[in-house]
């Protein structure tokens, strides 16, 4: 088993930016790749971006390339999301996810098996 628990959501504006980070624990044979992903009323769980956390990555979705930036910290169990240049379309519940596993399609939702329960991110216009 793996709990996963984020924090560092908000609203900001238009421009601004935000760090999520993903604490994790349990065990680390389960928590091989970890990604984000996110998700707005009335759309599918998209990917945004994983990295693996013994190298790796990390990757990301092409709606956020150049804006968003993935990094762990191993000592800390954590993993971060850098959010910049954010954008009102940002604006959606972000999760963070654990897979046991090295994954060809780490942004692909289903390879993951455990789930944190989100945090709201609000941009505003």
């Known amino acids: 088993q793996v709990q996963l628990a984020e924090s560092g959501g908000g609203s900001v504006q238009a421009g601004g930016s935000l760090r999520l980070s993903c604490a994790y624990s349990?065990?680390?044979?389960?928590?091989?790749?970890m990604g984000w992903f996110r998700q707005s009323p009335g759309k599918e769980r998209e990917g945004v971006g994983a990295i693996y956390i013994r190298g790796g990555g990390p990757y990301y979705a092409d709606s956020v390339k150049g804006r968003f930036i993935i990094s762990r910290d191993n000592a800390k169990n954590t993993v971060y999301l850098q959010m910049n240049s954010l954008k009102p379309e940002d604006t959606a519940m972000y999760y963070c996810?654990?897979?046991?596993?090295?994954?060809?399609?780490?942004?692909?939702?289903?390879?993951?098996?455990?789930w944190g329960q989100g945090t709201q991110v609000t941009v505003s216009s």
């Open positions: 349990g065990r680390p044979d389960q928590s091989a790749c």
């Open positions: 996810a654990a897979n046991p596993s090295i994954s060809s399609t780490p942004l692909d939702k289903s390879v993951y098996n455990y």
